[in-house]
């Protein structure tokens, strides 16, 4: 705590000097680039379950995940008055995964175990209120142990003359590579392990994605908005994953083996409706389908309310019903004749619920006397699935503005 305390003085700091700086050269103060917010955001995960892909369907899910993120926005306006938004983020999650240590048994923690996953990003977009249109790009990289990706962006929108409909666009290009590590059982004789010290002559493998998104939104009256949102996407190249295990009905052992392409039809629609100065209820549906036979539905609603007009709750709830893909079976189900097959329960037929509640406080001479403090939210979230896995997690934001 004190350590988020310490920071929070210095980015007000940083922010007061910024306004001192800006004061001193009132002759450009309109053009300066001026920070609009930071959001500060910590989260803890924690799931376990019994059916992990990385022994053929069987074993223990169990996984910890500590996430942490810093984003900061700026914009400066240029000589047509025009707003250029620059948005820097930086993300690190930290996770142990008993699951990912049966990769090679035999050890008693390989480096599968635990893992740090990096991934920042940088977005640019041009605001112009005389032409009603917005556009932008951006990029993100993310590593960790056996994987990287390197994603580009481009987006666009346009605002009716009166401003109640609004058409967006944004296309995406990710290019990952992975390293194909094998478990110990099945690696061929000079196959090396992929652990440190142990990865020359090791098969790094190609995964690109490629998707568009259209969304429209429209104003009904003062009380209700809508959008529509349809995002078709397409992935080629390894589409398994190299050390999740298969077995099959007759005792042989073997690879996950997947198609190496794949087109998903997610169809979505947001609805808010604004009941009155203290209650908002945020609707969402989604409809999925792929050419790997998965369907599956979502719903998701969430009403914050404002207890006082410094503070609010949020309780929330999301049930999630999809079938399995045409390749899935459970442990021990799959036929040795079969061209493609897996035993990852992602992949499966279930149902899903998440459930819980945020807290939020925001007040207007800021949060511990902080004036710049302008939010602090907690959530909770309860996640449990029909085959038994069962996830918790606490996320903490801090926003300065």
């Known amino acids: 705590m004190k350590k988020i305390i310490l920071a929070i003085g210095l980015y007000y700091s940083f922010l007061q000097g910024a306004k001192a700086q800006e004061a001193d050269s009132l002759a450009y103060k309109k053009r300066a680039l001026k920070i609009e917010e930071i959001n500060l955001v910590a989260g803890y995960y924690d799931q376990d379950g019994h059916n992990s892909a990385i022994t053929g369907g069987i074993g223990t899910e169990k996984l910890t995940d500590l996430a942490s993120s810093f984003e900061i926005r700026l914009s400066k306006l240029d000589r047509k008055n025009r707003t250029h938004s620059f948005t820097a983020d930086m993300n690190i999650d930290q996770y142990t995964s008993a699951s990912s240590d ?129 995002e078709p996407s397409y992935q080629e190249g390894l589409l398994s994953t190299p050390f999740h295990r298969v077995y099959f009905t007759n005792g042989n052992e073997t690879l996950e083996k997947l198609p190496g392409t794949r087109f998903k039809l997610p169809i979505g629609l947001r609805l808010s409706y604004f009941m009155g100065d203290q209650t908002v209820i945020r609707a969402f549906y989604r409809a999925y389908v792929d050419d790997w036979g998965m369907t599956a539905h979502t719903a998701n609603l969430e009403v ?98």
């Open 304 to 401: 914050p309310f404002k207890v006082t007009p410094f503070f609010s709750i949020s309780p929330f709830y999301r049930f999630n019903a999809q079938s399995a893909v045409k390749y899935f079976k459970p442990y021990a189900e799959h036929l040795i004749s079969e061209s493609f097959y897996t035993s990852d329960y992602d992949l499966s037929a279930f149902t899903s619920q998440f459930v819980g509640a945020g807290l939020r406080l925001a007040t207007p001479g800021g949060i511990l006397g902080i004036p710049n403090w302008n939010a602090l939210e907690v959530r909770y979230g309860y996640y449990s699935r029909s085959n038994g896995m069962v996830g918790h997690s606490v996320t903490v934001h801090i926003k300065i503005k």
């Open 102 to 230: 049966n990769i090679d048994p035999l050890t008693v923690s390989s480096a599968s175990r635990k893992d740090t996953h990096i991934y920042p990003s940088l977005s640019w977009s041009v605001k112009d209120d005389q032409t009603r249109t917005t556009h932008g790009l951006s990029y993100s990289y993310s590593t960790e142990y056996d994987y990287k990706s390197h994603g580009f962006s481009a987006n666009y929108a346009a605002l009716t003359k009166d401003k109640n409909t609004e058409f967006t666009f944004k296309v995406g290009a990710f290019y990952d590579t992975y390293m194909a590590i094998l478990p110990a059982e099945l690696r061929p004789a000079t196959y090396p392990s992929g652990a440190e010290g142990d990865k020359r002559g090791i098969d790094y493998k190609p995964r690109n994605s490629f998707n568009a998104s259209f969304g429209l939104s429209q104003v009904i009256n003062q009380r209700l908005q809508v959008m529509a949102i349809i």
